[in-house]
């Protein structure tokens, strides 16, 4: 069995929204797929230099090395990192770019180490296991390899981070600088680039569809949004989505988007993209663990989109419920309780309609949000229970 690394808190710079097979953790947002990196924490937590201060040792007996892009088991594609670690300890691995580390650790190795250890402790805790329990995640010098979630081409450094039993860091640590290049953007990949109006006869929307990651991961604006939608979601620099690109088709799945603190009267939210499936039971749930939400293929000469479905235990057997529609919402900590934006989203399956007219730029044009802290990450606080659905025009 291979090792992978599915570390939720390490997405869209570089836990990857593309691979991961955890779901007790909230892995799908989206840190992997812009500038930055695995880990780290946005805003103000990570960024102060602690005291008192320590001493923090670079350790060059221990090592990292970037082995390149690789399939994992299930044909995912993945970035193959080795190690050597001697000690006796555990070790976590996380990986950003310089300026990612600048701006939220303020260039402090202290306050990095520090924050690391302590999310992953704290989603540990949030999961009722030691941090150590968390094996995909936590390793030893058993540990000589990892397949890590798809990253974003650029140039990263990473982490080798050494945690002693009791979840706090050593202050002994290693650090690799290297570059993921992009591959040559394929015909198939390129194919589903563009506009396209969306709908299901009744609602729909237009969506751009643009390269972020050839090959394996589009950017799509304008889901929920236009005459049909009505206003902004949150904000324009968050308002949009990470599909993609499998066997000739576009993907779009569950993702955590970002985090606002003391967002209105909701308190502490979480930013997601959910799928929508009704219980036998006949309650509407909005999943936020399961991975595949719909795919886009083309069906003879007609291009559609065709709702997945959700996988959840009732009774000792396994459901699949079908989606019944996705869509961006709000997970309100303090009211324990889904907040969403349009009521009437359209149900699958849909059909796309390739429309050149869509705007390049079609981002929200206000704001709403941007004063509040924004993280990357999902917080380190209890889980989410499903709590009841409001309808509530943000």
């Not at 004063?371 to 999902?378: H, L, T």
């Not at 989410?384 to 509530?392: A, D, E, K, W």
């Given at each position: 069995?291979?090792?992978?690394?599915?570390?939720?808190?390490?997405?869209?710079a570089a836990f990857a929204v593309v691979g991961c097979t955890s779901t007790d953790i909230d892995p799908y947002h989206r840190q992997g797929t812009v500038p930055g990196g695995s880990g780290g924490r946005e805003g103000g937590e990570g960024g102060t230099t602690p005291t008192p201060t320590v001493t923090v040792k670079e350790r060059s007996d221990w090592g990292i090395?970037?082995?390149?892009?690789?399939?994992?088991?299930?044909?995912?594609p993945t970035e193959e990192f080795e190690f050597k670690y001697t000690g006796s300890n555990f070790f976590i691995f996380r990986t950003m770019s310089d300026a990612y580390f600048q701006e939220h650790y303020n260039g402090s190795m202290q306050a990095f180490l520090e924050g690391e250890a302590d999310d992953v402790v704290a989603i540990a805790e949030q999961n009722d296991r030691k941090f150590y329990e968390d094996t995909d995640n936590v390793f030893t010098s058993a540990t000589k390899s990892v397949y890590f979630d798809l990253m974003v081409h650029g140039d990263y450094t990473g982490y080798l981070i050494e945690m002693d039993k009791d979840g706090k860091p050593t202050y002994s640590y290693a650090k690799k600088n290297f570059t993921v290049v992009e591959e040559t953007a394929t015909d198939a990949y390129t194919a589903w680039l563009g506009g396209w109006t969306v709908s299901n006869g009744l609602v729909g929307y237009n969506i751009k569809v643009?390269?972020?990651?050839?090959?394996?991961?589009?950017?799509?604006d304008g889901w929920e949004t236009g005459d049909a939608a009505g206003s902004v979601q949150m904000n324009q620099?968050?308002?949009?989505l990470v599909t993609r690109f499998a066997d000739g088709e576009m993907v779009f799945f569950i993702q955590f988007i970002a985090s606002y603190s003391d967002y209105e009267d909701l308190g502490d939210v979480d930013y997601m993209f959910v799928g929508t499936f009704t219980e036998t039971t006949g309650t509407q749930v909005d999943d936020y663990e399961n991975r595949e939400l719909a795919r886009a293929k083309k069906v003879d000469d007609k291009f559609v989109l065709e709702g997945g479905h959700a996988v959840y235990p009732v009774d000792?057997?396994?459901i699949t419920p079908a989606y019944e529609t996705m869509r961006y919402a709000l997970y309100s900590y303090k009211n324990e309780e889904w907040v969403f934006f349009h009521d009437n989203t359209p149900t699958f399956p849909l059909t796309l309609v390739r429309n050149p007219d869509v705007k390049a730029d079609i981002a929200p044009v206000t704001e709403k949000g941007a004063?509040?802290?924004?993280?990357?990450?999902?917080r380190a606080r209890g889980?989410?229970?499903?709590?009841?659905?409001?309808?509530?025009?943000l």
């Open positions: 069995m291979k090792a992978r690394h599915i570390w939720s808190v390490a997405l869209l090395t970037y082995k390149g892009r690789a399939l994992f088991e299930a044909g995912d643009s390269p972020l990651e050839n090959n394996y991961l589009y950017r799509v620099d968050d308002d949009w000792g057997k396994t004063s509040f802290e924004r993280r990357f990450q999902p889980s989410r229970t499903q709590g009841p659905n409001t309808l509530r025009r």
